[in-house]
């Protein structure tokens, strides 16, 4: 026994020696936070496309327009109700099996049936007609290119599929294929030789769930990992010195903002809204807590330009016109600092969470610069879910959230969801406005960008005076990439690594 | 005749000297004792001879075993002697043995390793040595599963397997039951009889006797006398000798027993008691009466102090009952304990012990100092710990305290086996003086019957069949022989 | 050691017992809604919303009582049925087996280099008391053990894999990934455990059978082997049972820090997923791990020592 | 004389270096107190203040331990963050002692079924290991340090319990508690003079090294992001906090993990060699 032991701890020290050979070897090492939630592309299906395993029907370019990827072409019937989808004929499942309208079909349908983005387009079938899939719709909707790019429309083949709809195997057409699947952390795919597309440089690849920034920064800076997704703050400073890998930023349609109850009977005052966003010092978040210059002024990022509304005037920072607003409110500084008016504080929760570490410490920050102008804030960082839970019992007064408005490639998806009349969970709250309402109705009739134009200004400048949502910041992804790799792009949509176009250094 | 061991101005230091030079020697077939009480240095001078002094203490002076003549200040001489020429048979023999060791096996080491026999011979002979002495069933056995004779032997034989001829015998009796002594004088003169050296460290005047050969008595680190254990016993020099002599419970001048008189105190009734499944004793009857001494004797675990514990009420009896006296409160029943130690809290001084008594039965504190007085007891000794007094003062505070609450039935169990002679005797006189002079009756129980003849009105003996079994060390399960 | 045995069984069944009731009357009082969380869980915080919320609620029958669920729960349990994990669809059963795997991997890799490291190291100090490698020992042991694991496991990333580049920093699959985060438990095992095996060897060299065993005229290396070795393993492999707990508790931390898909990874993230049936079954698994663990130790103390196996 | 006189010589070696160490212990132990508790009075700074603009600035005159990544001021947090952990381990400690003391001597004194059925309810807190106790306790109430010091002092009270229960019972039995019962003294008395003078060095240890667990623990779930939240200064969150910065601001990294493990050590010190 003893003899054995000692055998394989010496064995284990002496593989110590030629043990680095981890992330030198062939195998693409990819670490990201996030964890694979199962083999359903309605929990995992972001992961199977970023992997470049599972493909859905429209693609997206670097702008969110949409591109052919398993459906070749399509078309619109003229009452822009029936959407004709040409599938590619080359394409093959990684069973073998070829890609059929079947198979389209089965997969959608079951989407549909599950929580995700497909369900809330105005489906009324979805059918095979000969190599096409025909979906047709009880009423124009002009996403719907954008919401069959999401990745919970992944299609997986027929035999992905237990009979209740549940895969029990992850098939799809992608250029590599899984090799091994160890939910929720570990993921390796291997070249896909049947792909219908160009065919990648790169052989095999590894994914690992890291939850922890530090961590993740530690692999990339040791080099246990060759492409390190979502680098904190302090880890993008420290490996931008690094000599072994390059720090790569990418501005995406995300953004932090702050969520209000414009129901509140302290928030119910368009006024008083703005008076918080005039106490935030956009800068100096960005400068102290992101690092890079991303004071949002308004709620999209000049990148996501059908959305950026160059014309507003943007958010400022000025805390004395904050508190001569909130004063002519009626607001009175109180004994202990804080504002107050009848007998009642200006105290408001703010609930963020943790699962992106930056948002706690900008909470932090903004419960001190409302401190500045009397507003006392208690932060509840907390699970992510309470912010939709306590927005459907009225509950919440602010959450802070880092809202990504490329759910689906086009932001009109994302808008639809979260800037419903009296709100959504994610956008504004017992908020409503006749003319923005009518806009965003509008914009999902019309799929043509230049002409849907002036309505996204009128929102957005909408947005931008009345606040039901006070933009903070905006995002960009960072990764730190190691060296050895070439032509690495980060995408804006975060929906692919982009693993298939990526090539080892020579 | 050749001496096999001389010892030359042996002395021992501290931070100063302990154990003042002191010369001996050892000749075959001729026992030599060393006798003395506890801190006597005894031992001390024993471990430098043979070179087993515990760090920060030193030797000095020369010893010759075997003709090979050591100087003990340069130390780690010894070493290749050990075993082969000079072994120790350690005190408390059942603490020696490796706990985790079979009994052969510890034997068969030095066979094995000390004269390199083979390991089928080593375990052969070990096997013989301990049919040799009576143990041929113990060879399987754990030092746990030894009684503490068994220990001894198995020890013994341990010892000896190296081919030593002298042994260094440490307090060979010590906790063990009286009736096991004469085995092991018996074990330890077959030794001298087949021409082997033995030094004895003892404090048991009995077994110096026996031994008979040569003596030495130390007292306070000095070798006191020295001669003929006959002579040095039948005439002896130093007072110190004649006092340790006198103490002999043998000694004692015959007391004079008084008739029961006046209505009993207390009575027993048919008293019964099993433990273990096994039946102490049954149908008992007792009466005790005012002032008088009842001696108990009998071999360990013969259920002798369980009596006493019946008639206190700390136990209650399987069959039969006790009465009190009427009228007679349970507070006027005393004991005193065997280790007065574990008799008192063990972390106030006597003084808050004793006046925390004084305090709960709104006694009169001017008692005390007079009974001090009667005790020998200084008064400064009240501001001390229990742990911080000799065993004599504490068991005379065990005595004060019980009689401040002036008892009429005091159970004494075993109160002066763990005392040296001298303060046993001392201590016994206290006793009896003081229940006379209180008319309290007193229960007195002990494995010397010498004592108990002596001191008592009138004994109790127990079960004279009892398996042999350790006294005294709680280690030692009670009922552990095979 | 039937009746040891038996002891462990009963502890057991009352780790089923605590574990079924106790996390389930946790969860059900975590706060929030239970359908939101594990539909944050399943989805994502970008995916999460009261549409996914409610096909949770509907999904899972989260609508039924908790004492009927509990009897479900315990129901299943005797079938050896560990329910489905409600954030993936997996099976708890299969997912625990995976990840315990890994768990079991580290731990043991663990328990041998403490072993390897800690009573070596504990008996040179104890041969010699006070000695040089005594108070060096004292010194590094009380250092170690002020220190939290993710505070020891980060120094050694930093210095062995950033630093000197010889170890992967985390992940897993290759086995040098192992040697870091065993490491860090290891040194944490060690530091106590060099400190009982000085302690029992000062103990055993003072002890009078060791004196015994010299004048007996044993060498020094045979009064070791034969008398010191056995005697000071039992404390030894004794306090392993005590170690087991900050081992089990150790791996909750140092797996999250070194991404290692064990059990306590699983475990954290199943609290915050509000993963019910995860939960118990981790838990529950970790409890009877421990359990088994120490009826190991109680296995090897019976065979090491044969007071034992007499008694 | 001379044998006693050896014996005792080398035990009070022995125990003289243990009150050394204790004393160094109690002595590190006052200074991180009274740092602790006079910064706030002699440096009256906000610890969730911020000022942007001196993000992680090393140590100067006007700050003396420099600030955070936030531009909070270091001392505060240090103190602050102290002031929790220590508060936290001290009840949580004292809610333990309390009722684990009492059950202890209630079970050994009562015996039969009553130590039955309260050692049942240790083994059952033995089985589960208390940390996943105290995660699931933290997930029911995140954000509030109660649910910490709810389920450490759950884990801590078994030792106590333990400890008073085995030592009451050898107690209970011995010649000494016989007879001051004998000698007419009541329970209470028996508690005061037999068992608390044998049990309260034994508390100070358990506690001491009760404190240091649980100081550990509340680190260590920082870590994980169960424990307290931020902006809450809590040692252990400080130092998941600035580890990002360890190569930028290693000043700051260092401070809280000096902190915690002199702390510790301190509380290992105090606690004796015995205490693991």
């Known amino acids: 026994?003893?003899?054995?032991?000692?055998?394989?701890?010496?064995?284990?020290?002496?593989?110590?020696?030629?043990?680095?050979?981890?992330?030198?070897?062939?195998?693409?090492?990819?670490?990201?936070?996030?964890?694979?939630?199962?083999?359903?592309?309605?929990?995992?299906?972001?992961?199977?496309?970023?992997?470049?395993?599972?493909?859905?029907?429209?693609?997206?370019?670097?702008?969110?327009?949409?591109?052919?990827?398993?459906?070749?072409?399509?078309?619109?019937?003229?009452?822009?109700?029936?959407?004709?989808?040409?599938?590619?004929?080359?394409?093959?499942?990684?069973?073998?099996?070829?890609?059929?309208?079947?198979?389209?079909?089965?997969?959608?349908?079951?989407?549909?049936?599950?929580?995700?983005?497909?369900?809330?387009?105005?489906?009324?079938?979805?059918?095979?007609?000969?190599?096409?899939?025909?979906?047709?719709?009880?009423?124009?909707?002009?996403?719907?290119?954008?919401?069959?790019?999401?990745?919970?429309?992944?299609?997986?083949?027929?035999?992905?599929?237990?009979?209740?709809?549940?895969?029990?195997?992850?098939?799809?057409?992608?250029?590599?294929?899984?090799?091994?699947?160890?939910?929720?952390?570990?993921?390796?795919?291997?070249?896909?030789?049947?792909?219908?597309?160009?065919?990648?440089?790169?052989?095999?690849?590894?994914?690992?769930?890291?939850?922890?920034?530090?961590?993740?920064?530690?692999?990339?800076?040791?080099?246990?990992?060759?492409?390190?997704?979502?680098?904190?703050?302090?880890?993008?400073?420290?490996?931008?010195?690094?000599?072994?890998?390059?720090?790569?930023?990418?501005?995406?349609?995300?953004?932090?903002?702050?969520?209000?109850?414009?129901?509140?009977?302290?928030?119910?005052?368009?006024?008083?809204?703005?008076?918080?966003?005039?106490?935030?010092?956009?800068?100096?978040?960005?400068?102290?807590?992101?690092?890079?210059?991303?004071?949002?002024?308004?709620?999209?990022?000049?990148?996501?330009?059908?959305?950026?509304?160059?014309?507003?005037?943007?958010?400022?920072?000025?805390?004395?016109?904050?508190?001569?607003?909130?004063?002519?409110?009626?607001?009175?500084?109180?004994?202990?600092?804080?504002?107050?008016?009848?007998?009642?504080?200006?105290?408001?929760?703010?609930?963020?969470?943790?699962?992106?570490?930056?948002?706690?410490?900008?909470?932090?920050?903004?419960?001190?610069?409302?401190?500045?102008?009397?507003?006392?804030?208690?932060?509840?960082?907390?699970?992510?879910?309470?912010?939709?839970?306590?927005?459907?019992?009225?509950?919440?007064?602010?959450?802070?959230?880092?809202?990504?408005?490329?759910?689906?490639?086009?932001?009109?998806?994302?808008?639809?969801?979260?800037?419903?009349?009296?709100?959504?969970?994610?956008?504004?709250?017992?908020?409503?406005?006749?003319?923005?309402?009518?806009?965003?109705?509008?914009?999902?009739?019309?799929?043509?960008?230049?002409?849907?134009?002036?309505?996204?200004?009128?929102?957005?400048?909408?947005?931008?005076?009345?606040?039901?949502?006070?933009?903070?910041?905006?995002?960009?992804?960072?990764?730190?990439?190691?060296?050895?790799?070439?032509?690495?792009?980060l995408d804006p949509f975060e929906r692919n690594f982009g693993i298939a176009s990526m090539r080892w250094a020579q | 005749m050749t001496a096999l061991l001389v010892a030359d101005g042996v002395c021992v230091f501290a931070r100063e000297r302990i154990v003042e030079p002191a010369s001996l020697s050892l000749h075959p077939g001729r026992p030599f004792t060393i006798l003395g009480e506890t801190g006597s240095g005894k031992s001390l001078l024993a471990q430098a001879i043979m070179g087993t002094l515990p760090t920060g203490l030193r030797a000095e002076g020369s010893v010759t075993i075997a003709g090979q003549r050591l100087s003990l200040a340069s130390g780690q001489a010894h070493r290749s002697l050990w075993g082969r020429v000079i072994s120790v048979l350690p005190q408390e023999p059942w603490l020696a043995l490796d706990p985790t060791m079979r009994a052969r096996e510890q034997v068969a080491e030095g066979y094995g390793f000390v004269q390199g026999l083979s390991e089928a011979d080593a375990t052969r002979r070990a096997q013989d040595d301990l049919a040799n002495l009576g143990l041929a069933r113990a060879g399987g056995m754990l030092p746990s599963q030894l009684s503490g004779g068994m220990a001894q032997r198995v020890a013994f034989a341990a010892a000896r397997a190296g081919g030593a001829r002298i042994v260094i015998a440490d307090e060979p009796t010590k906790g063990l039951d009286v009736a096991r002594r004469d085995d092991v004088i018996a074990l330890l003169m077959r030794e001298v009889a087949e021409g082997g050296g033995l030094l004895t460290i003892t404090h048991d005047l009995e077994l110096a006797r026996r031994m008979g050969g040569d003596l030495a008595v130390m007292l306070n680190g000095v070798i006191i006398e020295q001669g003929a254990a006959e002579t040095v016993l039948g005439n002896p020099q130093h007072a110190y000798t004649r006092r340790l002599i006198e103490a002999d419970p043998a000694h004692w001048p015959d007391g004079q027993p008084r008739p029961a008189t006046g209505k009993p105190v207390l009575t027993a009734e048919g008293l019964g008691k099993a433990r273990g499944g096994q039946r102490l004793f049954s149908g008992q009857n007792l009466a005790v009466h005012p002032g008088e001494i009842i001696g108990v004797t009998g071999p360990s675990g013969c259920g002798k102090s369980t009596f006493g514990d019946i008639l206190l009420g700390l136990l209650p009896p399987d069959e039969g009952k006790v009465q009190r006296a009427e009228g007679q409160p349970a507070i006027k029943l005393q004991k005193l304990y065997q280790d007065p130690p574990s008799a008192f809290p063990q972390r106030i001084t006597l003084r808050r012990a004793i006046l925390d008594l004084v305090k709960r039965h709104q006694l009169d504190a001017a008692r005390i100092e007079p009974l001090l007085e009667r005790l020998r007891l200084a008064p400064e000794l009240l501001d001390r710990l229990p742990t911080e007094v000799s065993g004599g003062e504490l068991q005379r505070f065990a005595l004060l305290r019980v009689l401040l609450l002036d008892p009429v039935f005091l159970f004494a169990d075993e109160p002066t086996s763990r005392l040296d002679l001298i303060t046993q005797q001392e201590t016994i006189e206290l006793l009896v003086e003081l229940a006379r002079e209180r008319n309290c009756a007193v229960l007195i129980v002990s494995h010397d019957t010498e004592l108990i003849r002596k001191v008592s009105d009138r004994q109790i003996r127990f079960g004279a069949d009892r398996p042999e079994s350790p006294s005294g060390d709680q280690r030692m399960p009670e009922d552990a022989l095979a | 050691m039937t009746r040891t045995l038996g002891y462990r069984l009963f502890q057991a069944l009352l780790v089923a017992l605590t574990v079924g009731v106790l996390t389930f009357i946790m969860v059900r009082a975590l706060p929030g809604d239970m359908a939101y969380r594990i539909a944050a869980g399943r989805y994502g915080y970008d995916m999460v919303n009261t549409d996914a919320a409610n096909a949770v609620r509907t999904e899972l029958g989260l609508d039924r009582g908790g004492a009927a669920a509990l009897g479900q729960w315990f129901w299943d349990l005797v079938r050896f049925d560990l329910g489905v994990s409600v954030v993936s669809g997996e099976p708890v059963i299969d997912e625990v087996r995976h990840q315990l795997g890994h768990t079991v991997e580290l731990a043991l890799a663990a328990v041998l280099m403490s072993l390897l490291i800690g009573p070596p190291l504990g008996i040179l100090a104890g041969l010699r008391p006070g000695g040089a490698i005594d108070r060096g020992l004292l010194l590094v042991s009380s250092t170690l053990r002020a220190l939290p694991h993710f505070v020891v496991g980060l120094l050694l990333i930093i210095v062995l894999a950033t630093g000197m580049g010889i170890l992967p920093a985390a992940g897993h699959g290759e086995p040098q990934n192992l040697i870091l985060p065993a490491l860090t438990l290891a040194l944490g095992l060690a530091a106590v455990s060099s400190r009982v095996a000085r302690d029992a060897m000062a103990g055993v060299v003072s002890s009078p059978y060791y004196a015994f065993g010299r004048t007996k005229g044993l060498s020094e290396a045979q009064v070791f082997l034969r008398h010191g070795l056995r005697n000071v393993s039992v404390p030894i492999v004794t306090y392993l049972g005590v170690q087991f707990i900050y081992l089990i508790e150790g791996v909750v931390v140092v797996e999250t820090l070194f991404a290692w898909p064990g059990i306590g990874h699983a475990l954290v993230h199943a609290i915050f997923a509000r993963d019910v049936p995860v939960i118990q079954g981790t838990a529950l698994v970790m409890g009877l791990m421990f359990v088994l663990l120490n009826a190991l130790v109680d296995l090897a103390c019976y065979l090491i020592d044969p007071r034992r196996q007499t008694a | 004389m001379t044998t006693i006189a050896v014996n005792s010589s080398s035990s009070v070696l022995e125990q003289k270096r243990i009150s050394v160490g204790r004393f160094i212990g109690f002595t590190i132990l006052a200074f991180i107190v009274l740092f602790a508790f006079l910064t706030p009075l002699v440096w009256p700074v906000d610890p969730t203040k911020q000022s942007l603009r001196n993000v992680l600035a090393g140590p100067s005159w006007s700050e003396p331990l420099g600030y955070d990544h936030l531009g909070r001021s270091m001392l505060a947090r240090l103190a602050a963050a102290l002031r929790l952990s220590l508060g936290l381990a001290f009840l949580s400690v004292l809610t333990a002692a309390v009722p684990g003391v009492l059950l202890g001597i209630l079970a050994a004194w009562k015996g039969g079924i009553v130590d039955r059925a309260l050692s049942i309810l240790g083994d059952v807190s033995l089985a589960l290991p208390g940390l996943l106790l105290v995660l699931m306790l933290t997930a029911i109430a995140p954000d509030s340090p109660w649910a910490l010091y709810v389920g450490i002092s759950l884990v801590l009270w078994i030792e106590y319990f333990r400890l008073t229960r085995a030592t009451t019972r050898t107690l209970i039995t011995s010649p000494a508690v016989q007879a001051s019962r004998l000698l007419g003294f009541g329970p209470a008395y028996i508690v005061r003079r037999h068992l608390w003078p044998e049990i309260s060095p034994m508390i100070l240890t358990v506690g001491a090294f009760g404190a240091a667990t649980a100081i550990m623990a509340i680190a260590a779930l920082g870590f994980v992001s169960v424990g307290v939240r931020p902006p809450t200064p809590e040692l252990g969150l400080m130092m998941t906090e600035l580890l990002p910065y360890y190569e930028e601001a290693p000043h700051a990294l260092l401070q809280p993990i000096v902190v915690v493990f002199l702390l510790v050590l301190s509380l290992n010190l105090i606690a004796g060699r015995k205490a693991r």
């Open chain 1, 1 to 489: 026994m003893l003899r054995t032991v000692s055998a394989l701890t010496l064995g284990l020290m002496l593989g110590i020696g030629h043990a680095h050979a981890a992330a030198g070897d062939d195998v693409l090492d990819i670490v990201a936070p996030f964890e694979i939630n199962g083999t359903d592309p309605s929990t995992a299906g972001d992961l199977f496309l970023k992997m470049g395993v599972a493909e859905t029907l429209v693609g997206a370019d670097e702008a969110g327009k949409p591109i052919p990827a398993l459906a070749a072409s399509w078309e619109l019937s003229d009452d822009g109700k029936v959407w004709r989808f040409k599938l590619r004929s080359n394409a093959i499942f990684h069973d073998g099996t070829p890609l059929t309208a079947e198979a389209v079909v089965a997969a959608l349908t079951v989407a549909r049936g599950k929580p995700g983005i497909l369900n809330k387009a105005p489906i009324e079938t979805i059918a095979a007609d000969g190599n096409d899939v025909v979906i047709r719709l009880s009423e124009p909707f002009a996403p719907l290119l954008a919401f069959l790019a999401q990745n919970t429309t992944a299609i997986l083949a027929l035999a992905a599929y237990d009979d209740k709809g549940r895969v029990t195997q992850v098939i799809g057409t992608g250029p590599f294929r899984i090799s091994l699947l160890q939910a929720p952390q570990k993921m390796t795919v291997e070249r896909f030789d049947g792909y219908w597309g160009e065919k990648p440089s790169i052989r095999a690849a590894s994914y690992l769930a890291v939850g922890r920034g530090e961590t993740r920064a530690l692999m990339a800076e040791s080099g246990d990992a060759d492409y390190v997704f979502n680098l904190d703050p302090a880890s993008r400073t420290r490996l931008s010195r690094s000599s072994k890998v390059s720090v790569l930023s990418v501005s995406i349609p995300r953004s932090i903002l702050l969520k209000v109850n414009a129901g509140d009977p302290l928030l119910k005052d368009a006024r008083a809204r703005q008076a918080l966003s005039l106490a935030v010092d956009r800068e100096g978040i960005a400068a102290a807590i992101l690092r890079y210059p991303a004071a949002a002024n308004q709620l999209f990022p000049p990148s996501v330009a059908s959305w950026h509304n160059a014309n507003v005037p943007p958010l400022t920072y000025d805390p004395a016109k904050a508190k001569a607003l909130l004063a002519d409110l009626g607001w009175k500084p109180g004994s202990d600092g804080v504002l107050a008016k009848d007998g009642q504080r200006f105290a408001l929760t703010l609930v963020t969470y943790p699962d992106r570490p930056e948002l706690p410490l900008v909470a932090a920050v903004l419960q001190e610069q409302l401190k500045e102008v009397g507003v006392a804030i208690t932060i509840n960082s907390t699970n992510s879910s309470e912010i939709p839970a306590k927005h459907q019992d009225g509950t919440l007064q602010m959450g802070l959230a880092a809202r990504n408005f490329a759910l689906v490639p086009d932001p009109i998806g994302t808008m639809l969801q979260d800037y419903p009349p009296q709100g959504g969970d994610w956008g504004s709250m017992n908020w409503s406005n006749a003319e923005f309402d009518q806009a965003i109705k509008d914009l999902s009739n019309i799929s043509d960008t230049a002409q849907g134009q002036p309505l996204r200004d009128k929102a957005v400048s909408i947005l931008q005076s009345e606040l039901p949502v006070i933009p903070i910041a905006w995002y960009q992804q960072t990764a730190a990439v190691s060296k050895k790799l070439e032509n690495v792009r």
